[in-house]
């Protein structure tokens, strides 16, 4: 529908590889940026990669999922559980 899709995880490969094979499906580039969002750094980088890139955000989709049994916390002190 002309929109520009960017993808973003933590896993420089699987990202380019995910945004290669959406963009080849669709037809429509797709960008991807590399940012581990388990930290405040990380968030930091994929917003400012983001703006870099363009001038407005008109939708964004979340998607994580998994089950985490061991609490721990994140480079930021942040609690969190891990499998």
């Known amino acids: 529908m002309g929109g520009q899709v ?20 669709s037809g429509t580039p797709v960008e991807y940026i ?3 969002l388990s930290t405040i750094a990380g968030i930091s980088h994929a917003a400012a990669d983001f703006q870099k890139k363009q001038d407005r955000l008109h939708v964004l989709v979340n998607n994580a999922g998994g089950f985490f049994n061991k609490r721990t916390l994140t480079a930021d002190a942040l609690n969190i559980l891990l499998p």
């Open 6 to 25: 960017t993808i973003v995880s933590r896993n420089t490969e699987k990202c380019a590889a995910v945004a290669a094979a959406t963009a080849a499906d």
């Open 34 to 36: 590399a940012a581990d």
